[in-house]
């Protein structure tokens, strides 16, 4: 079993920073695929972007590329996902979620993951 607890989340105006925090505690971090995930008012959960185990592997989602930064940092057991040049369309629910890995694999359909977080809300006004 995986714990999974976000933080960060809050209102900022478009243009604006935050950086996402996911604290994990069970199991060996280190053993875990993580991935972020976001769901806005009305719609679908969509991902958003994924970490290998070691972080030498990550994927985006095209709507956050080149604005996001997914990384990890494997002593603290904490994934992050620093989000720049923030816009309206980006306001959601964001989930960390965890899934056994084998090393370097990367995920992308929220159907894979095996371990989720309670979800940190994310506003931003234009």
């Known amino acids: 079993q995986v714990q999974l607890v976000e933080s960060g989340g809050g209102l900022v105006q478009a243009g604006g920073s935050l950086r996402l925090s996911c604290a994990a505690s069970?199991?060996?971090?280190?053993?875990?695929?993580l991935g972020w995930f976001r769901q806005a008012p009305g719609k679908e959960q969509e991902f958003v972007a994924t970490i290998s185990r070691g972080g030498s592997n990550t994927y985006y989602a095209d709507s956050v590329k080149g604005r996001f930064t997914i990384s990890r940092d494997n002593a603290k057991n904490t994934v992050y996902l620093q989000m720049n040049s923030l816009k309206p369309e980006d306001t959601a629910d964001y989930y960390c979620a965890a899934k056994s890995a084998y090393y370097g694999g990367i995920y992308s359909y929220s159907q894979q993951y095996d371990y989720w977080g309670q979800g940190t809300q994310v506003t931003v006004s234009s």
């Open positions: 069970g199991r060996t971090f280190t053993n875990y695929a």
